[in-house]
């Protein structure tokens, strides 16, 4: 059974920072590609960061170039997002997801393992 599990999201205050993680288990994490996802209340679930089985391709969103960092640990099994000059306007549900490795990680089709999702809130 494939999980995806996220952690480390909470209050934190413009400008802050947070790191998420997310913890694969029940599959083999080193062969799929990878991305981080948000959904905003009222809004369609974007893809801000993918990174490539082997980490040689990642994409940026451009709401998050230049600020959020994506990395993974394949021999920990656990994706990270690493968000400095967090923002209001990044207030949302931040969901992990994998996807096999033949998908580019410019798009965002054949993304079939999720999260549960984990909340991050940035207040002014």
């Known amino acids: 059974q494939v999980q995806l599990v996220e952690s480390g999201g909470g209050l934190v205050q413009a400008g802050d920072s947070l790191r998420l993680s997310c913890a694969a288990s029940g599959v083999t994490f080193s062969i799929y590609n990878m991305g981080w996802f948000r959904q905003a209340p009222g809004k369609e679930r974007e893809l801000l960061a993918a990174i490539s089985a082997t980490r040689d391709s990642v994409f940026y969103a451009d709401s998050v170039k230049g600020r959020f960092t994506i990395s993974r640990d394949n021999a920990q099994n656990t994706l990270y997002l690493q968000m400095n000059s967090l923002k209001p306007e990044d207030t949302a549900v931040y969901y992990c997801?994998?996807?096999?490795?033949?998908?580019?990680?410019?798009?965002?089709?054949?993304?079939?393992?999720w999260g549960q999702g984990t909340q991050v809130t940035v207040s002014s």
């Open positions: 997801a994998a996807k096999p490795r033949f998908f580019s990680v410019n798009t965002i089709s054949g993304y079939n393992y």
